[in-house]
């Protein structure tokens, strides 16, 4: 059974950068669609950005140019590389797969109902 732990949280000051590991084991991410979701302090989880079996990726929006995933078939592991981090990319971060193959390799969904195993994520702080 496939099993993902997220790593790479912290506590980081405005514009500094940090790049967070999603591990799998169980089986390979290799064909799968990954996502990397936040879920900010009272609010739902959302969805920032995923990366398809085929390597497509869809970034929430204004994402693209401070956030980069990117998938390590090697270590079995999906990364989330967030520069220029501010204040509202504070929450938990989440990475998960999905490995039902809902939509195929060309093309990863960024909703929560598109991944059925989920990591119990990662703490990320932005504070001053």
């Known amino acids: 059974q496939l099993r993902l732990v997220e790593s790479g949280g912290g506590l980081v000051q405005p514009g500094e950068s940090l790049t967070l590991s999603c591990a799998a084991s169980?089986?390979?991410?290799?064909?799968?669609?990954v996502g990397w979701f936040r879920q900010a302090p009272g609010k739902e989880r959302a969805g920032v950005v995923c990366?398809?079996?085929?390597?497509?990726?869809n970034y929430a929006t204004n994402m693209s140019d401070r956030f980069s995933i990117w998938r390590d078939v090697a270590r079995n592991s999906v990364y989330l590389q967030m520069n220029g981090l501010q204040f509202d990319d504070t929450g938990r971060y989440f990475c998960a797969a999905d490995d039902r193959g809902v939509y195929g390799r060309s093309f990863c969904a960024r909703s929560t109902t598109s991944y059925a195993r989920w990591g119990l994520g990662t703490q990320v702080t932005v504070s001053s």
């Open positions: 169980g089986s390979s991410l290799e064909n799968l669609s």
């Open positions: 990366i398809s079996g085929g390597g497509g990726t």
